[in-house]
């Protein structure tokens, strides 16, 4: 086992892995500005002429000049590529050409604002993208970049500016960069530029010196440009070391956990997580904690712990989805499962008992965590999250969460009619207790109410068991509490009985309420994880492609509730293959969209941030060989899948892809076989022809030229043997025609036997004069009952099955030795057996025998054939319903070939009576 020293002195394999991705790519460096106006432009296009004048070819995809005169001087001698104009309601937008630079593609190209959000239509919803596929393509890009527009500080930019930012950029861009250069000016000389008019007109300056630049937020806005530059460089630093295998004080593992719940500031939450991870170094996630709410969850409430979930995977993180029924139990049995470090959670900025019961959870927390680290943070204003991207929706949309309660016009979507039913159990309950009241002269109800609160609550859910506490409440005040029929109370006990009865309602509702949403999500998850079983062993049942893409487009749309099409490569194009419910066209631009997914391995159409205008969202399915197909997804609702379905459809595809490459590699086994089995039948052919096909041709061309040349020197014997040589020749290389002829008929499938009543005798006689020739130098043996059945079968293939069996046992038995042909009735069949005196097959080639072109290895001689009569036998006896074996005698040295054909039904004599 190898020790620690030999471990640290090995480079890491994340850091050669990375060092190998990029390069082939581009080379990226990033101007990054602390605030608008320091100088990003001016300094990228400087360097540029720098370059230019090193002979780089450079070109200028789209700077934004906004009408300074120093930046404008700066684009002469530079090309600029055209932009590309974009209709859009009614105005023409220009963006940057990306399509026009892959073409031109220059070594260098620059791309200032890369937070600009691009026209809808473009192939990205964000420029950033733009940039990303120009490295993929391996060209260099400058770009420009403020701090404000960093996706984990726009929290910390908006508290230090008081202007939320919509116009973001995920992190990874900065990590990407290969180098990251600090574009800064004091504060006091950004204010004077200001003022001279060199960053806005001077009414627009003068407002944004009294706002955003004023002196404390630009300094603020330098420190967090400088801080987070230095941990761009800290990290290429430790992958440098790691890379080289030069050791150091490595960071220790820490992994960060943020808990996010439904309150307003979720985002926020996620946003610190990231920054958190970024300094120690360490691996994040997201946890959501899926209870039943006390009062249930509005669709604002569900869409912020959606979009929090949403945004912890854009940055990088992992999200979570847990049931649970205590909080602070899950969170910590996941943190201490998982090695989590750091737990951050929220203060409660709620009044009131809701937010007496989030402040009971911290400290709950905080009490419980032992080693682990709680990071306690302020809740923000509940501000709105800005889009990742230009193509996430406008308007706040409602995510599907398993087993949650959710609150609409009538408290968590319930119907009126269930609101009826809770005020039936009170009336049940009402009646039941004025029965007992008159029957048993009892008036201790108080526990008939709160079984019908126990029921409403487990039947329906919290809100209308909450209104069968309200109404228990008042019923048993009106009518069990004196003085009766009104809603006075006059004993103070009695005032004493109907609080705790309504407190006990009340916490009995809540809590059956609780255990019924559990339930719910419960069962919920267990019908989903049967039905990813019985899907995995559909697709492990499934042989066909058709019938694989088919199970996968109708589980997904089953499981989803979506329009579900699959998309193979078929001859360099896509083309779809399945869909549910079936679809066989698709629209251009979404056939564009598919098309990128697949060759880029990325998500493309309808909410992605690549050709977001499509109608579809395409999803590329993924093995460890890279992308096998594409499935794409269409819905009515609008809004993008909440993280739950957005891993259940991962999960779907997984499966999916896994079980398309097992069918794809059984397919390219067949044709690999099949590709052998016809190298080996051709060359087999080859041979036979070369050889067993030339030696009867030399034979005749030899007897055939010594008779032209030289006749009359032959006298009448020598003559006649010339003579016969040619005819038997000749009827030796008809046979290696015919057998080639009845094979091909074979594997054509048009041979179609005559089934017509024969008797074996004497088709046995007429193949036995046939081979006269061929058996002149053996003993000939008949073994035939003379009680033999009259069989259904072809005369013409039966007597050239027994021929093929004939001729070759006389090329495998030696002269002198006896063929003994024999038939026999047993069990309903007749078997004919051929057995001769020769060497017997090898027990290894038994298996093979009726093989095309096989045949045994021979000893001292071959004797010639081309292997294809025993296969023929096979085939011919098989289109009369028979089987035939090969097998060596038992009694002495030979083979013995047997051949079973069933006998045929009795026929009814014209007097049987029927």
């Excluded at 078997?831 to 000893?859: C, H, M, Q, S, W």
Aim: aromatic share 6%; net charge neutral; glycine share 8%.
């Amino acid at each position: 086992m190898e020790d620690a020293a030999q471990r640290e002195a090995r480079p890491s394999p994340d850091a050669l892995l990375e060092a190998a991705r990029r390069a082939d790519a581009g080379r990226f460096k990033l101007f990054l500005g602390a605030a608008p106006g320091v100088g990003k432009t001016y300094e990228m296009l400087a360097q540029a002429h720098a370059r230019l004048r090193e002979g780089v070819d450079v070109a200028v995809g789209v700077v934004e000049t906004h009408g300074r005169a120093e930046t404008e001087a700066l684009l002469a001698g530079l090309e600029v590529i055209p932009r590309r104009p974009v209709e859009y309601k009614g105005h023409t937008l220009r963006e940057m050409d990306l399509d026009a630079i892959l073409a031109r593609r220059p070594a260098l190209v620059l791309v200032d604002e890369l937070a600009h959000s691009n026209a809808p239509g473009s192939r990205h919803a964000k420029r950033y993208l733009d940039v990303q596929e120009l490295l993929a393509a391996g060209i260099d890009v400058y770009a420009t970049l403020n701090i404000q527009h960093v996706e984990s500080l726009t929290d910390v930019v908006a508290r230090i500016t008081r202007i939320r930012v919509r116009e973001l950029v995920p992190d990874s861009v900065i990590d990407r960069a290969d180098e990251v250069e600090v574009i800064d000016l004091t504060p006091e000389d950004l204010i004077q530029r200001l003022q001279d008019g060199k960053v806005y007109v001077p009414q627009q300056a003068a407002r944004a010196i009294r706002h955003y630049f004023s002196p404390g937020n630009l300094t603020a806005l330098r420190e967090l440009a400088l801080r987070r530059t230095a941990q761009r460089v800290d990290a290429q630093m430790l992958s440098y070391m790691q890379a080289h295998a030069i050791s150091g004080p490595w960071p220790a593992g820490e992994r960060v956990l943020a808990c996010v719940d439904d309150a307003p500031g979720a985002t926020a939450l996620v946003r610190h997580a990231k920054r958190l991870a970024d300094q120690l170094r360490a691996s994040w996630a997201v946890i959501h904690v899926e209870t039943a709410p006390v009062g249930g969850r509005s669709d604002a409430a569900q869409d912020r712990v959606a979009e929090a979930l949403r945004l912890a995977e854009r940055l990088g993180g992992t999200a979570v989805t847990i049931p649970g029924q205590d909080v602070v139990d899950t969170v910590l049995d996941y943190a201490r499962q998982h090695n989590f470090a750091h737990v951050i959670i929220a203060r409660a900025r709620r009044t009131g008992w809701r937010g007496f019961l989030r402040g009971a959870v911290e400290r709950r927390l905080i009490r419980r965590a032992g080693d682990l680290a709680v990071h306690l943070l302020p809740t923000p204003p509940d501000v709105a999250t800005p889009p990742a991207t230009a193509a996430a929706p406008a308007t706040t949309q409602r995510a599907t969460t398993q087993g949650a309660t959710t609150q609409g016009a009538w408290g968590g979507g319930i119907a009126p009619a269930q609101y009826a039913g809770s005020a039936g159990m009170v009336l049940a309950s009402l009646a039941v207790a004025m029965a007992m009241r008159q029957l048993l002269a009892t008036s201790d109800v108080a526990l008939v109410f709160l079984t019908a609160v126990l029921v409403s609550a487990i039947t329906y859910g919290l809100w209308p068991s909450l209104l069968a506490c309200l109404l228990s409440a008042l019923a048993y005040n009106f009518f069990f509490l004196p003085p009766l029929y009104t809603f006075t109370i006059a004993d103070p006990e009695n005032v004493v009985a109907l609080f705790f009865f309504a407190v006990v309602a009340l916490l009995a509702s809540n809590l059956a309420a609780r255990v019924r949403a559990q339930a719910i999500a419960a069962r919920e998850r267990a019908k989903t994880t049967e039905d990813l079983y019985q899907f995995s062993r559909k697709l492990g049942l499934a042989v066909e492609m058709d019938d694989l893409l088919w199970a996968t487009a109708h589980q997904i749309a089953l499981m989803l509730k979506l329009r579900v099409v699959l998309l193979l490569p078929e001859a360099g194009t896509l083309a779809v293959r399945a869909g549910y419910p079936p679809e066989d066209l698709l629209a251009e631009a979404d056939i564009a969209a598919a098309t990128w997914s697949w060759q880029h391995t990325s998500p493309a159409g309808r909410g992605a941030e690549t050709l977001p205008g499509a109608k579809w969202l395409f999803l590329p399915m993924r093995t460890g060989r890279g992308a096998v197909g594409v499935v794409g997804i269409d819905r009515d609702a609008p809004g993008p899948l909440s993280p739950e379905q957005h891993r259940l459809l991962n999960a779907l595809t997984d499966q999916a892809a896994l079980a398309i490459e097992r069918v794809r590699l059984i397919e390219d086994l067949d044709r690999v076989r099949l590709a052998a089995e016809a190298d080996r039948l051709r060359a087999a052919l080859l041979t036979s022809i070369s050889h067993d096909l030339r030696t009867p041709l030399a034979s005749i061309l030899g007897s055939a030229s010594s008779l032209a040349a030289h006749d009359a020197a032959f006298d009448p014997a020598a003559r006649a043997a010339l003579t016969r040589t040619i005819q038997e020749e000749a009827e030796r290389l008809n046979r290696f025609i015919g057998n080639l002829l009845d094979m091909t008929r074979l594997e054509a499938g048009r041979v179609r036997p005559d089934g017509g009543p024969a008797d074996v005798s004497d088709a046995v006689g007429a193949v036995l004069r046939r081979a006269e020739k061929i058996l002149a130098g053996h003993r000939v043996q008949l073994d035939l009952p003379a009680d033999l059945p009259m069989l259904a079968i072809d005369m013409v293939l039966f007597e050239q099955v027994l021929f093929n069996l004939l001729d070759n046992a006389a090329k495998y038995a030696p002269g002198g030795t006896a063929i003994t042909v024999r038939a026999r009735r047993h069990d309903g069949r007749v078997r004919l057996e051929v057995l001769d005196e020769g060497p017997g097959i090898p027990a290894d080639d038994l298996g093979r025998i009726f093989d095309k072109f096989y045949r045994a290895p021979a000893t001292d001689r071959r004797p010639p054939g081309i292997g294809l009569g025993l296969a023929i036998c096979r085939g011919f006896v098989e289109a009369m319903g028979g089987t035939i074996t090969a097998a060596n005698r038992a009694d002495r040295p030979g083979a013995v070939f047997s051949i079973d054909l069933p006998e045929p039904p009795p026929l009814l004599l014209p007097d049987t009576p029927r």
